[in-house]
């Protein structure tokens, strides 16, 4: 065999590195696409933000002036040609101008912040008021050091005992001692070493009536028959009536299992929509939050001196900020294309609820705005749309369903939202099996298997029909 050359024509795809960065900004969060940016400004000098348009309150192009007009004149005074050229494409500006802004008063996506102490400051704050000897503030600032973040001490006191320097002949009964100065502190029932000596610490500052007798009763003999609702048994353990036995169970249920958890660090997470959906002339309109629209532009300075220098290692600099600023205009076309599309697509809900909701696939979006699946699951992946009913993730709208007796589909969210719906309108003292939720909605045309009502419910943290059962 001899070797030869041959020409074949092949048609590939090729990831460009515009292309690349395109899919990259798209799949970020609003958070993520705000840090991605600071890098970029940071690393370079041709881009900037518009902060004028921050500080004045105005969006770029929605004066109504011709900005086309603007560019030629500052050129004409400036001599700049770089100086507006980049910062704002007309269909850039006319796209921020459409997308309307919050008003003062729908705008409450601020992050405050308040003041917190932590538990362990609390409690020593109580104890330097203490009259207490240098020995006693010692052993409760250690037992003060063993708590978790809810208030018990889950070590057992000699346990601490050993773990104390042996020269200081620390014994288990001082710990005791400590311990008891600790559980008179605020919050009630801090220093407990169980959910039940946590509930009995709170009952017993409490004024006594029978009430409280029978609540103690229960928490220190019976806690377990209360938590699986067994309240048949737990009438004849205590010899009560319902009445009784109602005021009791109401008492304990107002107690607080988690003391300390009041002052724990909370990781607290702010979302800032990328859309907003609004009614308008009885139509459901998605615009662009103007607050998650970042307003960069190609500094002028460094523009003009690119312009006069051919050849300067600017160029590189200034090819990315074009491509950055029309793939960050082109991620939030595309956001509001889909969000559109959605909110097209699910009109009762925004009209009736969850109950309302119709089942959504990607493919369905997809195929409708000309784009693949995999893009439609990046836009709906941490992106997020204000409405009057909340804020909801985009991928929120998408879910599976199931069929019902007419040939059609019921989206799995509107199952829920029914199941939802039954439970809040049961009888108390008879609440409804799955079983009995599954024949409700299959009299409504919905056929749902009792291990998906089962599967549905857990998803909403409903508990079972027994634990659901009140006296």
Known sequence: MKPSLQLKLTQHLALTPQLQLSIRLLQLSTLELEQELENYLRDNPLLERQEEYAQSGSLPGSDGRDEGADRETAEDHSEQPYADDDSWPVEEASYLASSGSFDDEDNDYQDVQAATISL???????LGLMNLSERDRALVRCLVDALDEDGYLTQSLEELAETMPAELAIEPEELQ??????????PTGVGARSAQECLLLQLQVLPADRTRTLAMEIVSQFLELLASHDFVKLKKQTGCDD???????LLICSLNPRPGAQYAASDTRYVTPDVVVRKLRGQWSVSVNAEAFPRLRINSLYAHILSRQRGSGLAVHLQEARWLIRNVQQRFDTILRVAQAIVDRQRQFFDHGEVAMRPLVLREIADLLGLHESTISRVTTQK????????????YFFGSHVGTEAGGACSATAIRALIKQMIGAEEPKKPLSDSQISEILGQQG???ARRTIAKYREALSIPPVNLRKSI
């Not at 749309?385 to 993730?393: H, K, V």
């Open 120 to 126: 362990r400051e609390h409690l020593l704050w109580q």
């Open 177 to 186: 001692a400590a311990l008891n100065h600790l559980q008179h502190f605020d």
């Open 243 to 249: 009445e009784a036995l109602r005021a009791a169970h």
């Open 384 to 395: 997020y749309m204000a409405t009057p009913r909340g804020i909801f993730e985009l991928k």
């Open 446 to 448: 919905i056929v749902v």
